[in-house]
């Protein structure tokens, strides 16, 4: 799951508006795809997953949120071709296969349309620079070093999460 201080930065990054069509790749719990419809009910959310456990989690989550947002459970990028047209994709994870997800997203993206993805990867960041650079995307990133307290006896500790870098592209076109 995103954690919360990560989904907030990412939602950000997004700039989910009521009508747009969303897709959360790598949905896992659907925490962000959640987020983005309670943020626009209007607007169409598509939570894609290969996982079939965490598919049956985001369906329980949908239930528990009462939201409505379409569960696609297959792996990317093979399950986009049929999905409608994106304004805006959000990438959690890739299973190993960001650069074939990234071509096919590229092609579901609408003008003017966002990409954000975190990473946690070190492969994940150059590659998508190199992708969206080569492609004439506005892109930029900015790294989150999230640390939060523990209680260890009767003392208080910082325990640091795993750094993440959030990847915002926005391809060229019409705003």
């Known amino acids: 799951m995103t954690k919360s201080e990560?989904?907030?930065?990412?939602?950000?990054?997004?700039?989910?508006?009521?009508?747009?069509?969303?897709?959360?790749?790598?949905?896992?719990?659907?925490?962000?795809?959640?987020?983005?419809?309670?943020?626009?009910?209007?607007?169409k959310v598509l939570?894609?997953?290969?996982?079939?456990?965490?598919?049956?989690?985001?369906?329980?989550?949908?239930?528990?949120?009462?939201v409505d947002i379409e569960v696609v459970e297959g792996e990317a990028p093979d399950c986009l071709d049929k999905l409608?047209?994106?304004?805006?994709i959000f990438?959690?994870?890739?299973?190993?296969?960001?650069?074939?997800?990234?071509?096919s997203c590229d092609q579901k993206l609408k003008s003017a349309g966002i990409i954000v993805i975190n990473s946690v990867s070190l492969k994940t960041s150059?590659?998508?620079?190199?992708f969206f650079n080569n492609r004439g995307y506005e892109v930029e990133a900015v790294q989150a070093n999230i640390a939060?307290?523990?209680?260890?006896?009767?003392?208080?500790l910082w325990q640091a999460r795993n750094p993440v870098t959030i990847i915002t592209a926005q391809k060229r076109g019409e705003m």
Do not use: W
Request: a positive charge.
């Open 6 to 43: 990560i989904r907030v930065l990412s939602l950000a990054r997004l700039r989910v508006f009521p009508d747009a069509v969303v897709y959360d790749v790598g949905a896992g719990t659907g925490s962000v795809a959640i987020e983005c419809k309670l943020l626009m009910p209007e607007g």
């Open 84 to 88: 409608p047209p994106a304004d805006r």
């Open 91 to 103: 990438i959690g994870g890739s299973g190993g296969k960001i650069k074939d997800i990234l071509a």
């Open 126 to 130: 150059p590659y998508a620079f190199e």
């Open 47 to 66: 939570a894609i997953e290969k996982n079939s456990r965490a598919v049956q989690i985001i369906k329980q989550n949908l239930h528990d949120f009462r």
């Open 148 to 156: 939060f307290t523990v209680q260890k006896g009767s003392s208080y």
